[in-house]
């Protein structure tokens, strides 16, 4: 999952390959794949859980001593339009060789650590009245909150990726050890895990169950723990029983082409989608068993101390529970919270390739987004992208009236942790996976319990382990019949994979106007406006952010480079753009033609410590643009800062009118001067990111200005001048991978391009974006939003300065095959020998990136740098042999030393004359 950034199992591991696949949950990816956390590097008093970090300033006029805290984690406003993108390996969509479902859902806090007693089935210390838990959340641990958690590094070495503990002491985050774990399911839902029976009635083929409880599928017959995740519940759905996921939408390929199928608009739906409908746990209740919660006699005690619960085979279904004298009930989450009946939805999913991890067809369908029956029109183009949802971030919901005051304290409290959970099921066309009332009329049976075979020469299954396939008899007699082995896993037929988001926030809309703070550095606010257009006239709030890591397209692979979501946005003057991003300083290092820019790690905030050398940072901004086919900036000045001689209040006047000449802020024709002056500080809050009046960011750096032209130029580096911490121009000076762009208003009709001036790098990497307000040409074969090329105008690029160029192509220092940059030198001798390209080193698969910029990839002595390295190197293999040679004829010796009947080859040497023994 590339939006909302998808871990993996990763968290703050450096390298290019995750730590413990086994962290959170089972993913089924490939370890190279998600990204890395979205954190500056450093433990909770850098950045804490709920991603806030917290300063201390002292007020120049009074000397006290104030806090002030930054948020530093997504958010999105409910209602919002936010486009969930993936890419799936396997195929998807309206393709013959695979059937698929993709199952997207989300959580907050107060499912995954519910203060409610009866949502769940009782456990041990939150139970009946009297319990120590009881009439409160069991895990969260005063301000530290337990699940959703990312897992918060103890210092700036930890990785804070260990698997945790099955007990209650680590899913309590009472200690900084305890909160470097992740958490998204319970420990008491893991606990239902493993003491319930698993369902036998299931389909597993030849596979070995290798326990009685939920923890053994098909798909993990050993019942291997990720997390505290229930793998039978992770590997069907819908499941039989309650989840803490709330459900947003399955896509299928069994569903009606061009709809969308939700409850009000059934005569849309296919049998399968009904079937979703009918099973979703939103508004269908699930059951499970235990003690009689009405009797105030009864404990939980009676349970936890039931042969059933202690030998894992819990009762699982109504007949058996009630036989045994305790009580089935049955819950859904419309019993707690008021649920949009619309806010789920069946669709059909995008046409994709199998074999590759790449773009899918555009969907119109899957274009239109969910919740209040409100469908948005086709406003995010997809064109040519990776497969995409638009998700429209549900309201915040209100509890039923009969169990407000027991739920949750506040629903607006639990809403600002929540996580994204998507998955893709793949099964094969071979034997029939789905239930008859998720079927149309006269498919075949599903497979269970009766097609399970159970030993290695039953044949009861329809599909063996590899198995051998007889293709015709011999071309002799004697030759014996031909056949085939098949590679064949049946614990991958069908197949889940899955991936989880890190924590993010879902806030109500603003209800008062704030203006822009940049000791907070919280954008400016303006409810007024936005109750207007969206809540009276019916526009949109689409969330821009952005995808990707830093590196080439191979470093990152499966993941992806940078780039807008969306990248291209035909929008009307009453939709407005939240524009918010976050990345991560834990990537592994990338730089030379890779990568631009800091900070480095470790970062000093104010020094050129660690500079040259290759940096991890994620760093993104928006710099508007004159034609998306530009790879330099539109005019922000009106005037040339090298010759200009204007006072400060004329530049600021002579940039206004330049940029704002054509922005989607500001309409010079209709709009008010306080307008003109908010759209200019938006705009600018973009392209610079706050770096010069951060309050966070001056007292990490002790009040430093951002370095001038004149001091980068005047840097040992190119390498140290990029990654500077002080850097501005490369937005080094912002210390947190977050930032918050704000809401922006569209006032005016045109075409309005931009890029990421920090990572777009022409013929490398293109961060490019589009918003058309108004009338937008969309390409009727790619249906991708197109400008007009202006290649062969002739257009002058202007007002750009020099920078120091430091000559990588030809001056021998390092790889010049990835774009190595050329300069005008004082030499103008001509070339007369043969001359060959140096590789870099840039592909690695292993460790945590390349040190240095522009490694040059050594295949052999030659590949060293200098002389000296070389000499050096020979030195050492010249030692090295020496002390090989020596080696072998010591043991050579010793081995003759025990061969008594051939003494005359012994040496005479004393260290190695045999120890005479003498025993008593």
Known sequence: MHNPRGSND???????????????????NNAAGGYACPRAVGDESMQNEMGEAVFEDVDSSTGQKITFTQNKRLYYYEGSILPIEWTNQHGCGSNSKVSCEIILQYACEDTLDPRVDNFWPWVNNKAEAGSKYYGTQHFRSGDHIAAPRDGVPKNADDAATDTIPDNEDAAIPDSVNDRRYGMHESYDFYQLCQRTERNKGLYTADQRMRRN??????????????????????????????????????LTDNAADGELCTDS????????????????????????????????????????????????????????????GFRWYEISHSDNLELDRDGFVCAKTQFSRVNQLGNAHADDTLQTSQSSGITSDHNVIHGVNANRFLWQIPRIP???????????????????????????????????????????????????YRNNSQSSTDTNTPLLQDPYVYIGPGDLESSGDKFVSLAVNTNQYGRTFQDRSYSFSIKPFPTTDSPQNTQTDTPRVDATLMATNINSNGGKLYNVNVRGKRGNIVNVY??????????ALALSSNDMIHFQWTGSDYNPRRGCNNAEGGPPDANDFVSSANANLNSRADRSNVVMLDSMAANVPKDYLGYDPQTSTLSYSQKIESAKEALLANAPCYDPNTDTDETRDDCYETLLRLAYLNQQLDGGALILRDGKDCLTE????????????????????KMNAKPYPYFDGGVMALKKSGWFPFFSSRNNNFSNRDQTGVICVGTCPVDPVTGALQDQNPATTGSAVTRVTASTCEDTANDGSGANNNGATSCIVEDDSVLTKETFTTQEGDNDSLGDGNKEGCEVIKYNLSGTKTVEQQVTLAIVLLFVGLFAAWLAYFLYNRYQLRNKDKADHRGEKKWQKPVEMEFT
């Open 398 to 448: 209100s509890t039923v009236s009969s169990t407000s005051t027991d739920y949750f304290s506040s629903m607006e409290n639990a809403y600002k942790s929540c996580t994204l959970r998507i998955r893709y099921n793949i099964s094969t066309g071979d034997f029939q996976q789905w239930p008859e009332d998720a079927n149309s009329p006269g498919a075949d049976r599903m497979v269970d």
């Open 265 to 324: 608009t059934r005569e849309n739906c296919t049998d399968r989608c009904l079937y979703y409908l009918d099973n979703t746990m939103n508004f269908n209740p699930k059951g499970y068993c235990d003690v009689d919660h009405s009797d105030p006699s009864a404990t939980v005690n009676t349970k936890l101390n039931s042969a059933a619960w202690k030998g894992n085979v819990w009762y699982n279904n109504r007949a058996a529970c009630e036989a045994a």
């Open 558 to 567: 499966p993941s992806v480079e940078y780039d807008f979501v969306p990248n």
């Open 213 to 250: 409880d939920r923890r053994a599928t098909r798909q993990n017959p050993n019942g291997n723990r990720q997390g505290l995740e229930c793998p039978e519940e992770r590997d069907y759905y819908p499941w039989w029983a309650p989840t803490p996921w709330i459900d947003i939408a399955v």
């Open 10 to 28: 990763r968290n703050c591991e450096r390298n290019i390959n995750r730590n413990n696949g086994n962290r959170l949950f089972d993913s089924q």
């Open 710 to 729: 004149e001091e980068l130029d005047a840097m040992s580096s190119k390498d140290v001048a990029e990654n500077h911490p002080l850097n501005c121009a």
